[in-house]
Each structure stands twice: as C-alpha cells, then as structure tokens.
C-alpha cells in the first residue's frame, strides 16, 4: 500500500455515500474530486480551493475522465473557511480535506491552521447526522505538523455523545500522512 490513509480514506467515503451533497474542500490535482463522483449518482459535488490553478487542474481532470458528471460539480475559488455562509446546517454528507500543498506547485504555499481549523468547526455543524468528515494530514513540513497537532486538540475535545473521532496513523514512519475520520451522532 503506496498511500495507506488514501485507502482508509477511500473505503470510509464508500461505505457513506452514493447521493447527496458533498464537499472537497480542498480541490488539489483533482484526484479525490474524481473518487467521490465515481461514488455519487446523484447529487451535488462542491469543490473548494484558493489556487485557481488546482482548480483549473479539478476541472480539466473531471472533463477528461467522467465528462458526463461535470454538472453535478459546483466550483468555488474560496478558502475552505467561509462553508458556513454558503451551506445550511446538517445539509452536508461528506466533507473531505486532504491538506498541505498542491502536489506539483509552490511548496511554501500552504493549507494554514487557522482557516482550517474555522473550516472543521464550521463543518461539524454542517454535517447531517451519521455522516462523516475526513481530514488527511501532513505532517512533513511545518505548518503541517502545527495543522496536525491543532486538529487533533479540536478533535480529542468533542463530546462522545455528538461524534466518533477516528484517528489513523504511522507509528513507525516518522512525518507519515495521518487521517482523521468523524461521523456525526
């Protein structure tokens, strides 16, 4: 297994999804925008990200690969922090952050702690009841490990009783890519 997190990642959205309204707040190269309308067969995909160029990259992506569903895909060239003036809450199935940088641009042009942290409050209060959020993380470079270990402060202080916070990592590889996995009550 090249990309562990990718894998668990990939089988939690499975299990969840197959209609309904969905966020990849952070569109990247566009490769988990194209897994998540794979899964979706009805409903709407909204795509998120600050670099217009990731989001030039989701969509020539999509137009080539599955140019059938590229109308099911809203695209918004905003920061994942402002969510909750664009959606009501529990309207939202699945919310899904893979952060850090866009793969083959600017590595010093980064996801940064406070607006994803604003995001994921924003989106716990989106999200419907028994679906989920998925959050890739990291941490080889510094603003990913200060995102990591904030996250996981946010995450480890939930009540039980509203969400399940899964957390999935390396023990063995030192900066490995971790994942966090949160359903709704």
């Not at 309204?21 to 190269?29: E, H, M, Q, S």
């Not at 409903?43 to 020539?60: C, H, P, V, Y």
């Not at 695209?75 to 952060?99: A, G």
Request: glycine share 4%; charged share 25%.
């Amino acid at each position: 297994m090249r990309h562990p997190h990718l894998t668990i990642a990939h089988q939690y959205w499975k299990n969840l999804i197959n209609a309904g309204r969905i966020i990849d707040a952070t569109a990247g190269n566009g490769h988990d925008s194209i897994f998540l309308l794979n899964l979706l067969d009805r409903g709407k995909l909204s795509i998120f990200d600050i670099q217009k160029k990731a989001l030039e990259n989701t969509k020539r992506r999509i137009e080539e690969n599955l140019p059938d569903k590229l109308d099911l895909c809203d695209f918004y060239h905003k920061s994942h922090d402002c969510l909750d003036q664009l959606f009501e809450p529990e309207s939202i199935d699945l919310i899904v952050y893979n952060l850090g940088y866009l793969p083959g641009a600017n590595k010093n042009l980064t996801t940064q702690t406070s607006s994803t942290i604003a995001s994921i409050k924003q989106a716990l209060k989106l999200i419907k009841p028994t679906k989920g959020i998925s959050i890739t993380c990291y941490p080889g470079h510094i603003e990913g490990q200060k995102e990591l270990y904030t996250i996981y402060q946010l995450l480890e202080e939930l009540d039980p009783k509203k969400f399940q916070v899964c957390y999935h990592t390396w023990i063995n590889r030192e900066k490995a890519p971790t994942l966090f996995w949160i359903i709704k009550n």
